[in-house]
């Protein structure tokens, strides 16, 4: 497989993430961008301490360590670099492609999805426990002290890299999951059917993923245009603005594809909460309209006065 890591000494898509995290690293520290500025790549605008781990880098970039009770070990890394193969699979040269077996190959696939998807399973699990011992706040302390308990939350969060946004995105999936099992749960025969608020989240789902499809794509070009400029002999200025302009798509690719993931996994774990068969409906319900307040809190919070994103 002509594209694939294990096959390339040099993948594209793996030195472009790479360069991606990289360059963001610098250009998010105003003394390492004044010295790239002055100085180009290298030269001291390096960090003290060395790069991290482009996928440690990322993980810590979206939410950090207070966001994982709610959305878990974020896998935008390694899914950022497979689109990124994807797209940029067609113009790699070379008609020495591996060849594998198509049954084997297939068998291999099939075994990686298996993986994948018990990865997942684990992860809603966890994640929907960890939620339902949340909205049990409700429950047990009222409508009021929940509502305090949740803000107070969010002022914390909001403050985290890309905080604002991921609650935007969480909130607004807890928001529409909980109108749809209040519904559900619900004996007002005038009430909204908990299929229309399916629907909304169906086309939801097909508009971040083409977005996020078409910044990966974006991404690819700002690199074939970064590379042309190195064989054409372009000036540091050009090569200069080129770079960041190649990581500020990167970084919203990266995001885009980030929050995919995340707005996945909060509906399953939404559904699990609030179809939990070892409760009676009463207390599903309870659970649905606390989650309501949750969604509601979390897409009110505005960002903080110091934001920490950069771009």
Same mark, same amino acid.
């Given at each position: 497989?002509?594209?694939?890591?294990?096959?390339?000494?040099?993948?594209?898509?793996?030195?472009?993430?790479?360069?991606?995290?990289?360059?963001?690293?610098?250009?998010?520290?105003?003394?390492?961008?004044?010295?790239?500025?002055?100085?180009?790549?290298?030269?001291?605008?390096?960090?003290?301490?060395?790069?991290?781990?482009?996928?440690?880098?990322?993980?810590?970039?979206?939410?950090?360590?207070?966001?994982?009770?709610?959305?878990?070990?974020?896998?935008?890394?390694?899914?950022?670099?497979?689109?990124?193969?994807?797209?940029? +699979? *067609?113009?790699?040269?070379?008609?020495?492609? !591996? &060849? =594998?077996? @198509?049954?084997?190959?297939?068998? #291999?696939?099939?075994?990686?999805?298996?993986?994948?998807?018990?990865?997942?399973?684990?992860?809603?699990?966890?994640?929907?426990?960890?939620?339902?011992?949340?909205?049990?706040?409700?429950?047990?302390?009222?409508?009021?002290?929940?509502?305090?308990?949740?803000?107070?939350?969010?002022?914390?969060?909001?403050?985290?890299?890309?905080?604002?946004?991921?609650?935007?995105?969480?909130?607004?999936?807890?928001?529409?999951?909980?109108?749809?099992?209040?519904?559900?749960?619900?004996?007002?025969?005038?009430?909204?059917?908990?299929?229309?608020?399916?629907?909304?989240?169906?086309?939801?789902?097909?508009?971040?993923?083409?977005?996020?499809?078409?910044?990966?794509?974006?991404?690819?070009?700002?690199?074939?245009?970064?590379?042309? +400029? *190195?064989?054409?002999?372009?000036?540091?200025? !050009? &090569? =200069?603005? @080129?770079?960041?302009?190649?990581? #500020?798509?990167?970084?919203?690719?990266?995001?885009?594809?980030?929050?995919?993931?995340?707005?996945?996994?909060?509906?399953?774990?939404?559904?699990?909460?609030?179809?939990?068969?070892?409760?009676?409906?009463?207390?599903?319900?309870?659970?649905?309209?606390?989650?309501?307040?949750?969604?509601?809190?979390?897409?009110?919070?505005?960002?903080?006065?110091?934001?920490?994103?950069?771009?």
């Amino acid at each position: 497989m002509k594209f694939h890591p294990d096959k390339n000494k040099t993948p594209e898509a793996e030195e472009m993430f790479k360069k991606i995290s990289e360059a963001y690293q610098v250009l998010s520290d105003p003394i390492l961008r004044k010295k790239y500025n002055e100085f180009g790549p290298g030269k001291g605008s390096d960090p003290e301490g060395g790069f991290i781990n482009p996928e440690e880098f990322f993980k810590m970039q979206f939410g950090g360590e207070l966001f994982v009770d709610i959305i878990g070990e974020l896998q935008i890394a390694k899914e950022f670099k497979n689109m990124m193969m994807k797209n940029g +699979a *067609e113009g790699v040269e070379g008609e020495e492609e !591996e &060849k =594998e077996d @198509l049954s084997v190959t297939l068998e #291999k696939r099939r075994e990686e999805l298996e993986v994948k998807k018990k990865v997942r399973e684990e992860r809603v699990i966890l994640l929907a426990e960890k939620l339902v011992k949340k909205l049990n706040v409700y429950i047990e302390s009222g409508p009021d002290n929940f509502r305090k308990f949740i803000a107070d939350e969010a002022e914390e969060l909001k403050v985290q890299s890309y905080g604002v946004q991921l609650l935007h995105s969480i909130g607004y999936i807890y928001s529409v999951k909980a109108s749809e099992y209040i519904s559900k749960y619900n004996d007002d025969i005038f009430s909204t059917p908990s299929f229309v608020h399916r629907m909304r989240l169906k086309g939801r789902t097909f508009t971040e993923t083409f977005n996020t499809v078409k910044s990966a794509v974006d991404v690819h070009h700002s690199f074939v245009q970064l590379q042309e +400029a *190195e064989k054409t002999g372009a000036t540091d200025a !050009e &090569k =200069e603005k @080129l770079t960041e302009d190649a990581v #500020k798509k990167g970084t919203d690719a990266i995001w885009k594809t980030s929050k995919l993931e995340v707005e996945s996994v909060i509906r399953s774990v939404c559904d699990k909460a609030c179809t939990d068969i070892s409760v009676d409906k009463i207390t599903l319900r309870k659970r649905a309209e606390a989650l309501k307040i949750v969604g509601d809190s979390y897409q009110s919070v505005t960002p903080p006065l110091m934001p920490t994103n950069i771009f």
